[in-house]
């Protein structure tokens, strides 16, 4: 049932697209023919323009015209102007021409003679002479006659002087018949028709007579002014149809329409084309009833397909399912498990050895990293050294002026003030052991995973190392020490490690400055320690995470390669805080904010 179904839904969805397929070929193929008569009738239009637009500018670089204008009291003058009118009339082959001056008043016409004659009248209200005088340029212009009644199209030229003065206007009346009887339609579109509207959407040339001078303008608007005076007694009354949109996949300027005539509507495609160099369009309609022919051709073949398709799927259905039967199940299952297994194993042996060597390469990784945090701390007491021999020699030299004063003691038998040298020389000597066992310390290898540390207690073991220093001697080291335990989840070595990191770049960058000053204090948050080390040096300069890159260094080379911060960072993250450097907004000077978790004393 289910098979029924989808082939009744194909049916339906095959019919729906073959339709519009239809429709959409349909309607290209109306189209493109309307588009070729459009482009046909153009071309017609745009030639007659160009065979009567240069007409008026000769004839107004005719001497005798510009006699006529300066001399319209000389009736010699204007009888030879009015047979030169003459002459251009039949030469050219228009309707009329006349010629006015700058007030439009018409002084020579080739129809003289005539009792409608154009002399005497004034036709300063037609565009073509007010924008022949504006512009001093040739002008088309398109009406009815006044005088005659007749459609024409109106050429004019200003008429100049040599010295630039206006004196009138050359007008020349070309009548459209022509343009209208060339409307050839081809057999092929025997129900087309043609109407050539001007800006208003007055249709001024049609195919259909009963078509001539009324309203095709989408709008309905009424007809103004200049329509009124540009078709005199003419209804002009709107053409009954209803705009039935844009077909699917046509430009823009086809439009499919409903025509109302004698109670019986036909649809058109509609196709609208600026005429050349006026405000003119050329709707070409088509009759649409070849569109539906071509969509029941496009069903026909659609259903036909569908059937062909539907018959050839059964029997490929049909065959697959009897050589589906007849093949030889067992076998194929058996060889696909054992390709199966080959796999799976392939897979297993591939999985396992990247499991090692991915633990062997974690391993040595953490060992690395172990290597480099134990060099980072020998580098650190090799720079170190230099303050070290100092520390330890003036205990010795004092050892050394003890000793060589109680034996002068003894000799006189004063033996309480060899008693007293002793006691000196035991303390100084308990002090440089205490120097070297901090220093030890310091250069053992952290052991163990991290564990429940005293924060305050890797401050006091950094700051013994850091005040051994001679550069140190004159800088206020300030260390806010808390009364009460600071509890953090890290490692001893490692945290010491890291302040005296620290400390050392806070001292070198207030070394040799003025009042210089280092100041250590702990804060406590909700959740976590921190531990700030501020200095009144010059503080960071730039991108202040550069800092924490390796072997970036803004010393000299015997200060350091641009490790030690690079590796505070490690140390700090694997415990799982944080460690970061930044200028202080107080004052001048940078600050170094380092962040451990808080732990309890019972965990």
Not at 42 to 63: C, F, I
Not at 142 to 147: C, E, K, P, Q, T
Not at 461 to 481: C, E, G, M, T, Y
Not at 564 to 578: H, K, M, T, Y
């Amino acid at each position: 049932m289910s098979y029924r179904i989808g082939a009744v839904l194909v049916f339906v969805v095959t019919l729906v697209v073959s339709w519009l397929l239809g429709g959409w070929v349909g309607y290209r193929q109306v189209e493109q023919e309307s588009l070729e008569e459009s482009f046909r009738y153009r071309q017609l239009v745009a030639n007659e323009l160009n065979r009567y637009l240069p007409v008026p500018e000769l004839m107004a670089e005719h001497p005798l015209l510009e006699r006529a204008l300066k001399e319209p009291d000389n009736p010699d003058v204007i009888l030879q102007a009015n047979e030169q009118m003459q002459r251009m009339a039949t030469i050219v082959g228009s309707s009329d021409v006349y010629l006015m001056d700058v007030n439009g008043l018409t002084i020579a016409a080739n129809n003289y003679q005539q009792a409608d004659s154009f002399v005497g009248s004034n036709y300063a209200f037609r565009p073509y002479f007010s924008e022949a005088v504006s512009n001093r340029d040739s002008a088309i212009y398109f009406a009815l006659g006044l005088m005659s009644g007749v459609r024409g199209l109106y050429f004019s030229h200003p008429v100049i002087d040599d010295s630039g003065r206006l004196l009138g206007v050359v007008a020349v009346k070309v009548l459209v018949h022509d343009l209208e009887s060339q409307w050839d339609r081809p057999a092929s579109l025997r129900e087309a028709e043609m109407v050539v509207l001007d800006d208003a959407g007055i249709s001024f040339l049609a195919s259909k007579p009963n078509w001539l001078y009324r309203n095709f303008s989408y709008q309905g608007l009424a007809p103004d002014a200049a329509s009124r005076q540009r078709y005199p007694d003419r209804d002009l009354n709107p053409i009954e149809f209803d705009s039935l949109g844009k077909p699917w996949g046509l430009s823009e300027n086809s439009t499919a329409i409903n025509i109302l005539e004698n109670g019986e509507a036909r649809e058109y495609l509609s196709v609208r084309t600026p005429l050349p160099r006026l405000d003119w369009n050329l709707q070409v309609m088509v009759s649409t009833r070849s569109v539906v022919w071509t969509r029941l051709g496009f069903l026909v073949g659609g259903a036909a397909l569908f059937f062909g398709g539907l018959l050839t799927w059964l029997y490929l259905r049909e065959r697959y399912r009897r050589e589906a039967e007849l093949a030889l199940r067992g076998e194929q299952l058996e060889r696909r498990v054992a390709e199966r297994t080959a796999d799976l194993e392939s897979s297993n042996s591939k999985l396992l050895e990247e499991i090692r060597e991915r633990e062997r390469t974690q391993t040595e990784l953490r060992e690395t990293q172990q290597e480099l945090i134990q060099a980072a701390k020998l580098a650190v007491l090799g720079q170190m050294s230099a303050g070290l021999n100092h520390e330890m020699n003036q205990p010795l030299t004092a050892i050394q002026t003890y000793a060589r004063n109680s034996r002068r003691f003894l000799e006189k038998g004063a033996e309480d003030m060899v008693d007293a040298n002793l006691s000196e020389i035991i303390a100084l000597c308990d002090k440089m052991a205490e120097l070297t066992r901090q220093f030890k310390v310091f250069a053992r290898k952290s052991e163990g995973p991290p564990a429940l540390v005293d924060l305050r207690q890797s401050v006091d073991a950094s700051l013994k190392i850091i005040v051994a220093q001679k550069s140190s001697a004159d800088i206020d080291i300030q260390w806010a020490r808390p009364e009460y335990p600071v509890m953090c989840h890290g490692d001893l070595i490692r945290i010491e490690q890291v302040m005296v990191n620290l400390i050392a770049n806070a001292v070198q960058a207030v070394e040799g400055g003025p009042n210089p000053q280092v100041r250590i204090e702990i804060e406590e948050k909700e959740d976590c320690w921190k531990c700030l080390v501020r200095d009144n040096g010059p503080g960071l300069q730039g991108n202040t995470e550069q800092i924490f890159e390796p072997f970036f260094t803004t010393k000299s080379v015997k200060q350091g390669l641009g490790l030690g911060l690079s590796i505070s960072r490690q140390i700090v993250d694997a415990l799982g805080g944080s460690l970061i450097g930044r200028n202080r907004m107080d004052g001048p000077g940078a600050e170094f904010v380092l962040t451990l978790k808080k732990r309890e004393a019972t965990e």
